[in-house]
């Protein structure tokens, strides 16, 4: 099976950056389409921040356009967010997801979830 493994979370202060990272591993999957990071505030629903492709095209939610930016390294199967400028708005659990193929079939794949707190 798949395994999404995230760093990079902690405690920042308003304006803030945090780099996130997320590697997929295993011996399952032949390649990854879209890979993103999605997030879930508490009471809120989890929303998309950021996507990008295999091909590197990026897309991003309107609220951290600007400020995030989503990289990945197809060689190391990994994907990344620099979070930059950050806010007390952005605090959240941010998870890993990825769109993964065995050859055979698509599946999504998250991540265990990590805390990025901000501080005001």
């Known amino acids: 099976q798949v395994q999404l493994l995230e760093s990079g979370g902690g405690l920042v202060q308003a304006g803030g950056s945090l780099r996130l990272s997320c590697a997929a591993s295993?011996?399952?999957?032949?390649?990854?389409?879209?890979m993103g990071w999605y997030r879930q505030a508490p009471g809120k629903q989890r929303e998309l921040v950021a996507v990008?492709?295999?091909?590197?095209?990026?897309n991003y939610a309107d609220s951290v356009k600007g400020r995030f930016t989503i990289s990945r390294d197809n060689a190391k199967n990994t994907v990344y967010l620099q979070m930059n400028s950050l806010k007390a708005e952005d605090t959240a659990v941010y998870y890993c997801n990825a769109q993964i193929s065995n050859g055979i079939e698509w599946r999504d794949y998250w991540g265990q979830g990590t805390q990025v707190t901000v501080s005001s």
């Open positions: 990008i492709t295999s091909s590197m095209r990026p």
């Open positions: 295993g011996s399952s999957f032949t390649s990854i389409n879209v």
